[in-house]
């Protein structure tokens, strides 16, 4: 038999969501769906009937509680007639009866979906250290020229545009493809540098000459030739482009380019700890949807094992995922087969990239290819009104009446 399983106890906020989830779960799933939780740690009901029960060491918090509950998920559960289990967070949304294909892409011993981060940029997120705070900081910084651009062009501005990044995708396929995109080339140079002109159009976007700035046939402002108002920006921000370093840096001297936080402490940590190499580029396993059976059960026991003595740890942050990692490469298998993006779908608010279209479907490239999730792994930004992603799971719980 398979069944779905859930593992929350706690705040309200947690139990509302794993409720939203199951109405889902509830309506698309063939298989029973079963609630790992501990009763007296939560602030209110949980709205389901097959209900496990557990008493959690009362020296934990409520998230290491769940986590626990979630690393030693096996020992709750009915093996006896070679029964297999898909683990579920609750902020995992089914939206379509092809969940129910999940069982057919069990790998022995375990099956995780792989993260949509490698293990550096997740380092910042699993170690206290201060890598996250720095980066942000400089985000933050670097935010000032976005505030500039605001004030200048106003609402006509788009701050987070996927437009800047199929522009700027189109210019790096003509440099790296030169000779096969030589056309496109010389009638771009010939539109922006000689034929006289106030405006020129380029693919699917508009420059005004004048104004130096990108635009779309919806009149948006999304991208700008920084050379144009680089005296401007730094007279108003303090911010300059270092034209030697290709970097954006501030009247420190610091640089202040945006980018995703890294940093090598997580593999420094796992190395010195647990005698475990794990490159940095390595994209590890997200432990949002699993596929265990009873072939499981060491897997599970040494991470169960190592997660919980990590408690007591305060340089690491209350996760699973960088004890996940070890154990993946403790038991050699940094390379197995992984589940697909159908069955994990990591949805990204600040993304612009990801995002939903009708008629067209789910994107996690910005639209250059669509394809159909089974489940939509809401991990931040629950609820956003006005969020593609968001907005299509409220329109399909009110078209089935799941909501």
């Not at 959690?56 to 029964?83: G, V």
């Not at 900081?137 to 062009?153: S, T, V």
């Not at 995109?181 to 976007?205: A, C, E, G, T, W």
Request: with cysteine.
């Amino acid at each position: 038999m398979n069944s779905f399983v859930y593992v929350v106890c706690g705040s309200i906020e947690h139990i509302e969501t794993l409720n939203f989830s199951l109405k889902f779960m509830n309506y698309f799933s063939l298989f029973p769906v079963l609630v790992i939780t501990d009763n007296k740690r939560n602030e209110i009901a949980i709205e389901h009937n097959t209900i496990i029960n557990i008493d959690t060491p009362p020296n934990l918090d409520n998230h290491q509680a769940s986590i626990y509950l979630k690393t030693s998920i096996h020992k709750y559960l009915n093996f006896s007639e070679n029964n297999s289990y898909c683990y579920i967070d609750s902020d995992v949304i089914a939206i379509n009866s092809g969940i129910n294909t999940i069982f057919n892409k069990y790998k022995s011993p375990i099956t995780f979906a792989k993260d949509h981060c490698l293990m550096n940029e997740f380092s910042p997120y699993a170690i206290n250290c201060n890598c996250l705070s720095d980066q942000l900081r400089k985000n933050k910084k670097f935010g000032e020229i976005n505030a500039f651009f605001k004030q200048l062009f106003g609402e006509r501005y788009k701050e987070n545009s996927l437009d800047r990044i199929l522009l700027n995708a189109e210019f790096d396929k003509m440099k790296k493809h030169y000779y096969k995109n030589s056309l496109n080339l010389l009638v771009y140079i010939l539109n922006r540098y000689v034929i006289p002109q106030k405006q020129f159009k380029f693919k699917n976007y508009y420059f005004d000459k004048k104004k130096c700035f990108w635009y779309t046939k919806s009149n948006e402002i999304f991208h700008f030739d920084y050379k144009h108002f680089e005296k401007k920006i730094q007279e108003s921000t303090g911010i300059f482009f270092d034209k030697k370093t290709r970097v954006w840096k501030d009247i420190n001297n610091e640089i202040i380019s945006p980018q995703t936080p890294n940093c090598h402490h997580l593999i420094e940590h796992i190395s010195q700890k647990y005698h475990q190499q794990i490159p940095s580029d390595w994209q590890h396993w997200n432990g949002g949807v699993f596929l265990f059976n009873k072939e499981s059960f060491e897997f599970l026991d040494f991470w169960h094992k190592i997660t919980i003595h990590e408690f007591n740890n305060s340089y690491t942050k209350t996760r699973d995922q960088g004890t996940l990692a070890v154990s993946a490469w403790r038991f050699g298998l940094q390379h197995h087969p992984t589940l697909s993006d159908e069955y994990n779908f990591i949805t990204e608010f600040n993304n612009p990239k990801i995002s939903y279209k009708h008629n067209f479907g789910f994107t996690k490239d910005g639209f250059i290819s669509t394809f159909n999730p089974n489940f939509l792994h809401i991990f931040h930004e629950w609820g956003h009104d006005g969020w593609s992603i968001w907005d299509y799971v409220m329109e399909l719980g009110k078209k089935n009446n799941i909501l």
